[in-house]
Protein backbone atom coordinates (compact mmCIF):
# COMPACT_ATOMS: atom_id res chain seq x y z
CA UNK A 1 0.00 0.00 0.00
CA UNK A 2 2.64 2.47 0.61
CA UNK A 3 4.45 2.13 -2.76
CA UNK A 4 1.01 2.15 -4.21
CA UNK A 5 0.84 5.80 -2.80
CA UNK A 6 3.99 7.18 -3.33
CA UNK A 7 3.35 5.93 -7.21
CA UNK A 8 0.18 7.51 -6.51
CA UNK A 9 1.32 11.04 -5.66
CA UNK A 10 4.67 10.93 -8.12
CA UNK A 11 2.02 10.93 -10.83
CA UNK A 12 -0.32 13.89 -9.10
CA UNK A 13 3.42 15.58 -9.53
CA UNK A 14 4.25 14.43 -13.08
CA UNK A 15 0.20 15.81 -13.75
CA UNK A 16 0.36 19.11 -12.26
CA UNK A 17 3.58 19.78 -14.61
CA UNK A 18 2.14 18.44 -17.71
CA UNK A 19 -1.06 20.56 -17.24
CA UNK A 20 1.08 23.63 -16.64
CA UNK A 21 3.00 22.54 -20.03
CA UNK A 22 -0.42 22.14 -21.63
CA UNK A 23 -1.83 25.15 -20.09
CA UNK A 24 0.91 27.31 -21.99
CA UNK A 25 -0.01 25.71 -25.06
CA UNK A 26 -3.51 26.06 -24.89
CA UNK A 27 -3.41 29.86 -24.36
CA UNK A 28 -1.48 30.80 -26.93
CA UNK A 29 -3.82 28.85 -29.35
CA UNK A 30 -6.44 30.44 -27.84
CA UNK A 31 -5.51 33.79 -29.07
CA UNK A 32 -4.00 32.76 -32.30
CA UNK A 33 -5.81 29.49 -33.27
CA UNK A 34 -2.55 27.86 -34.56
CA UNK A 35 -0.77 25.04 -32.58
CA UNK A 36 2.85 25.12 -32.35
CA UNK A 37 5.07 21.64 -32.68
CA UNK A 38 7.69 23.03 -31.42
CA UNK A 39 6.49 23.76 -27.96
CA UNK A 40 7.82 20.70 -26.21
CA UNK A 41 11.45 21.45 -27.98
CA UNK A 42 10.97 25.22 -26.61
CA UNK A 43 10.99 23.61 -22.99
CA UNK A 44 13.86 21.31 -24.04
CA UNK A 45 15.99 24.60 -24.58
CA UNK A 46 15.41 26.32 -21.48
CA UNK A 47 16.60 22.60 -19.69
CA UNK A 48 19.68 23.03 -21.49
CA UNK A 49 19.84 26.86 -20.58
CA UNK A 50 19.72 25.03 -16.97
CA UNK A 51 22.08 22.83 -17.57
CA UNK A 52 24.45 25.48 -19.05
CA UNK A 53 23.70 27.60 -15.87
CA UNK A 54 24.35 24.51 -13.96
CA UNK A 55 28.29 23.73 -15.43
CA UNK A 56 28.95 26.69 -16.50
CA UNK A 57 28.11 29.12 -13.88
CA UNK A 58 27.70 27.14 -11.24
CA UNK A 59 23.97 28.65 -10.71
CA UNK A 60 21.63 25.90 -9.12
CA UNK A 61 18.57 25.42 -11.71
CA UNK A 62 15.47 27.47 -9.25
CA UNK A 63 18.35 30.18 -9.43
CA UNK A 64 18.97 29.93 -13.21
CA UNK A 65 15.06 30.67 -13.76
CA UNK A 66 15.72 34.50 -12.78
CA UNK A 67 17.75 34.48 -15.56
CA UNK A 68 16.47 31.94 -17.95
CA UNK A 69 12.37 32.69 -17.64
CA UNK A 70 13.43 36.72 -19.55
CA UNK A 71 15.75 35.46 -21.97
CA UNK A 72 12.69 32.60 -22.78
CA UNK A 73 10.24 35.02 -22.56
CA UNK A 74 12.27 37.51 -25.23
CA UNK A 75 13.16 34.93 -27.28
CA UNK A 76 9.62 33.89 -27.35
CA UNK A 77 8.48 37.81 -28.58
CA UNK A 78 10.81 37.46 -31.02
CA UNK A 79 10.06 34.05 -32.50
CA UNK A 80 6.36 35.18 -32.66
CA UNK A 81 7.10 38.58 -34.52
CA UNK A 82 9.49 36.83 -37.19
CA UNK A 83 8.26 33.54 -37.86
CA UNK A 84 4.31 33.41 -36.45
CA UNK A 85 3.01 36.49 -37.01
CA UNK A 86 3.09 36.23 -40.65
CA UNK A 87 1.38 32.03 -40.27
CA UNK A 88 -1.57 33.40 -38.20
CA UNK A 89 -3.72 33.26 -41.43
CA UNK A 90 -2.20 30.39 -43.23
CA UNK A 91 -3.71 26.89 -43.55
CA UNK A 92 -3.24 24.52 -40.66
CA UNK A 93 -0.65 22.40 -42.60
CA UNK A 94 1.77 25.56 -43.34
CA UNK A 95 2.16 26.10 -39.62
CA UNK A 96 2.37 22.19 -38.80
CA UNK A 97 5.27 22.06 -41.66
CA UNK A 98 6.63 25.25 -40.22
CA UNK A 99 6.92 24.57 -36.15
CA UNK A 100 7.80 20.67 -37.67
CA UNK A 101 10.92 22.68 -39.04
CA UNK A 102 11.45 24.52 -36.06
CA UNK A 103 11.08 21.22 -33.74
CA UNK A 104 14.04 19.90 -36.34
CA UNK A 105 16.00 22.74 -36.11
CA UNK A 106 16.15 23.09 -32.07
CA UNK A 107 16.73 19.28 -32.27
CA UNK A 108 19.74 19.25 -34.25
CA UNK A 109 21.13 22.55 -32.39
CA UNK A 110 20.74 20.87 -29.15
CA UNK A 111 22.15 17.70 -30.70
CA UNK A 112 25.44 19.77 -32.38
CA UNK A 113 25.64 21.73 -29.06
CA UNK A 114 25.69 18.89 -26.25
CA UNK A 115 25.60 15.66 -28.15
CA UNK A 116 23.44 13.01 -27.88
CA UNK A 117 24.68 11.50 -24.48
CA UNK A 118 22.09 11.85 -21.35
CA UNK A 119 23.18 14.68 -19.44
CA UNK A 120 21.62 15.48 -16.07
CA UNK A 121 20.98 18.73 -13.68
CA UNK A 122 21.65 18.84 -10.18
CA UNK A 123 20.02 21.02 -7.97
CA UNK A 124 20.05 21.74 -4.33
CA UNK A 125 17.22 19.05 -3.47
CA UNK A 126 18.97 16.64 -5.42
CA UNK A 127 18.88 13.70 -2.82
CA UNK A 128 16.16 15.66 -0.49
CA UNK A 129 13.27 13.61 0.58
CA UNK A 130 10.01 14.66 2.18
CA UNK A 131 8.27 12.19 4.09
CA UNK A 132 5.06 13.07 4.42
CA UNK A 133 3.52 9.99 6.59
CA UNK A 134 3.45 6.94 4.53
CA UNK A 135 4.71 8.56 1.66
CA UNK A 136 8.12 9.52 0.55
CA UNK A 137 8.71 11.87 -1.95
CA UNK A 138 11.66 13.54 -3.71
CA UNK A 139 11.89 17.11 -3.00
CA UNK A 140 12.39 18.18 -6.43
CA UNK A 141 9.31 17.16 -8.01
CA UNK A 142 6.88 18.36 -5.40
CA UNK A 143 8.40 21.80 -5.58
CA UNK A 144 7.87 21.30 -9.39
CA UNK A 145 3.99 20.67 -8.44
CA UNK A 146 3.90 23.27 -6.50
CA UNK A 147 5.03 25.93 -8.56
CA UNK A 148 2.94 24.49 -11.48
CA UNK A 149 0.28 24.86 -9.60
CA UNK A 150 1.03 28.94 -8.45
CA UNK A 151 1.03 29.15 -11.87
CA UNK A 152 -1.67 28.01 -13.51
CA UNK A 153 -3.57 29.57 -10.71
CA UNK A 154 -2.08 32.71 -11.61
CA UNK A 155 -2.43 32.14 -14.99
CA UNK A 156 -6.16 31.92 -14.17
CA UNK A 157 -6.42 35.06 -12.01
CA UNK A 158 -4.76 37.35 -14.57
CA UNK A 159 -7.41 35.73 -17.44
CA UNK A 160 -10.07 36.32 -15.34
CA UNK A 161 -9.97 39.60 -13.12
CA UNK A 162 -7.07 41.93 -14.93
CA UNK A 163 -7.53 44.48 -17.77
CA UNK A 164 -4.79 42.68 -19.98
CA UNK A 165 -6.71 39.06 -19.43
CA UNK A 166 -10.48 40.67 -20.57
CA UNK A 167 -7.90 42.01 -23.61
CA UNK A 168 -6.82 38.38 -24.23
CA UNK A 169 -10.36 36.92 -23.80
CA UNK A 170 -11.42 39.41 -26.30
CA UNK A 171 -8.85 38.23 -28.85
CA UNK A 172 -9.99 34.67 -28.28
CA UNK A 173 -13.52 35.47 -28.51
CA UNK A 174 -13.05 37.45 -31.96
CA UNK A 175 -9.71 39.40 -33.11
CA UNK A 176 -11.92 40.93 -35.48
CA UNK A 177 -14.09 42.46 -33.25
CA UNK A 178 -11.45 43.12 -30.37
CA UNK A 179 -9.98 44.90 -33.07
CA UNK A 180 -12.45 47.15 -33.74
CA UNK A 181 -12.65 48.27 -30.05
CA UNK A 182 -9.36 49.19 -29.84
CA UNK A 183 -7.14 46.38 -29.08
CA UNK A 184 -4.02 46.11 -30.17
CA UNK A 185 -4.53 42.35 -31.25
CA UNK A 186 -0.86 41.88 -32.30
CA UNK A 187 0.44 43.11 -29.37
CA UNK A 188 -1.59 40.87 -27.33
CA UNK A 189 -1.04 37.54 -29.35
CA UNK A 190 2.56 38.25 -29.29
CA UNK A 191 2.64 39.25 -25.44
CA UNK A 192 1.04 36.10 -24.48
CA UNK A 193 3.12 33.79 -26.89
CA UNK A 194 6.29 35.63 -25.35
CA UNK A 195 4.50 34.54 -21.64
CA UNK A 196 4.00 31.40 -23.23
CA UNK A 197 7.42 30.67 -23.75
CA UNK A 198 8.28 32.74 -20.84
CA UNK A 199 6.17 29.94 -18.48
CA UNK A 200 8.48 27.26 -20.29
CA UNK A 201 11.75 28.95 -19.10
CA UNK A 202 10.18 28.67 -15.41
CA UNK A 203 9.01 24.69 -16.19
CA UNK A 204 12.31 23.79 -18.46
CA UNK A 205 14.44 24.22 -15.00
CA UNK A 206 12.19 22.94 -12.27
CA UNK A 207 12.05 19.41 -14.08
CA UNK A 208 15.68 19.63 -15.58
CA UNK A 209 16.97 18.25 -12.05
CA UNK A 210 14.05 15.13 -12.13
CA UNK A 211 14.20 14.09 -15.99
CA UNK A 212 17.31 13.28 -17.88
CA UNK A 213 18.24 15.23 -20.41
CA UNK A 214 18.73 14.61 -24.60
CA UNK A 215 18.29 16.57 -27.87
CA UNK A 216 15.06 15.29 -28.68
CA UNK A 217 13.69 15.17 -25.04
CA UNK A 218 10.98 17.86 -26.54
CA UNK A 219 9.04 15.39 -29.29
CA UNK A 220 8.06 13.58 -25.76
CA UNK A 221 6.89 16.83 -24.04
CA UNK A 222 5.31 17.80 -26.93
CA UNK A 223 3.45 15.16 -27.73
CA UNK A 224 2.06 14.63 -24.04
CA UNK A 225 1.37 18.73 -23.77
CA UNK A 226 -0.67 17.85 -27.07
CA UNK A 227 -2.54 14.70 -25.31
CA UNK A 228 -3.68 16.99 -22.38
CA UNK A 229 -4.63 20.44 -24.30
CA UNK A 230 -6.96 18.03 -26.23
CA UNK A 231 -8.20 15.91 -23.36
CA UNK A 232 -8.61 19.24 -21.29
CA UNK A 233 -10.47 20.70 -24.29
CA UNK A 234 -8.62 22.78 -25.56
CA UNK A 235 -9.28 26.24 -24.18
CA UNK A 236 -10.55 24.58 -20.88
CA UNK A 237 -8.18 25.31 -18.37
CA UNK A 238 -9.36 23.66 -14.87
CA UNK A 239 -10.15 20.62 -17.69
CA UNK A 240 -6.29 20.86 -18.84
CA UNK A 241 -5.07 20.68 -15.12
CA UNK A 242 -7.70 17.59 -14.93
CA UNK A 243 -5.97 16.15 -17.87
CA UNK A 244 -2.80 16.55 -16.27
CA UNK A 245 -3.20 14.39 -13.40
CA UNK A 246 -5.20 11.78 -15.40
CA UNK A 247 -2.13 11.50 -17.89
CA UNK A 248 0.50 11.69 -15.03
CA UNK A 249 -1.15 8.93 -13.01
CA UNK A 250 -1.62 6.95 -16.17
CA UNK A 251 2.16 7.08 -16.56
CA UNK A 252 3.12 6.54 -12.70
CA UNK A 253 0.75 3.68 -12.56
CA UNK A 254 1.39 2.28 -15.52
CA UNK A 255 4.76 2.07 -14.50
CA UNK A 256 4.07 -0.29 -11.36
CA UNK A 257 1.79 -2.62 -12.75
CA UNK A 258 2.64 -3.21 -16.70
CA UNK A 259 4.58 -6.06 -17.58
CA UNK A 260 6.94 -6.00 -19.96
CA UNK A 261 7.71 -2.34 -18.47
CA UNK A 262 8.41 -0.86 -22.16
CA UNK A 263 4.42 -0.74 -22.58
CA UNK A 264 4.15 1.66 -20.32
CA UNK A 265 4.59 4.07 -22.61
CA UNK A 266 2.31 3.41 -24.26
CA UNK A 267 -0.71 4.24 -22.19
CA UNK A 268 -0.83 7.92 -22.48
CA UNK A 269 -1.68 7.35 -26.05
CA UNK A 270 -4.31 4.33 -25.35
CA UNK A 271 -6.01 6.73 -22.93
CA UNK A 272 -6.06 9.65 -25.38
CA UNK A 273 -7.40 7.24 -27.65
CA UNK A 274 -10.02 6.07 -26.00
CA UNK A 275 -11.53 9.50 -24.44
CA UNK A 276 -11.13 10.60 -28.10
CA UNK A 277 -13.91 7.95 -28.99
CA UNK A 278 -16.22 8.36 -25.50
CA UNK A 279 -15.51 11.89 -25.11
CA UNK A 280 -13.97 13.57 -27.87
CA UNK A 281 -14.80 17.35 -26.47
CA UNK A 282 -12.72 17.28 -23.21
CA UNK A 283 -12.86 15.35 -19.62
CA UNK A 284 -15.11 18.40 -18.66
CA UNK A 285 -17.56 18.23 -21.43
CA UNK A 286 -20.98 17.51 -21.25
Not at 75 to 90: D, E, K, N
Not at 118 to 136: A, C, K, M, R, Y
Given at each position: MDTFLQVLTQGAVLGGVYALIALALAIVYSVTHQLNFAHGDLMAVAMYLALVG?????????VS???????????????????????????HLVVIQVTL???????????LAFS?????????????????????LSAAPVLAFTVSIVLGVLAFVVIRYTDFG???LAVAEDSEAAALSGINVALVQAL???????????AGPLVAPILVLQPTAGLHLTLISFIV??????????????????????????????RPAEFAAAVPYLIFTIFLLVRPKGVLER
Open positions: SHALGLDPYIALIAPIMFFAGFLLFRVVFASMLHAPALSFVIQSTLLANFQTVHSVLSGEILNLGPVSRRVVFATAVGVLGVFILGGANNYIGTLVAGLIIGLSEALSSLYM
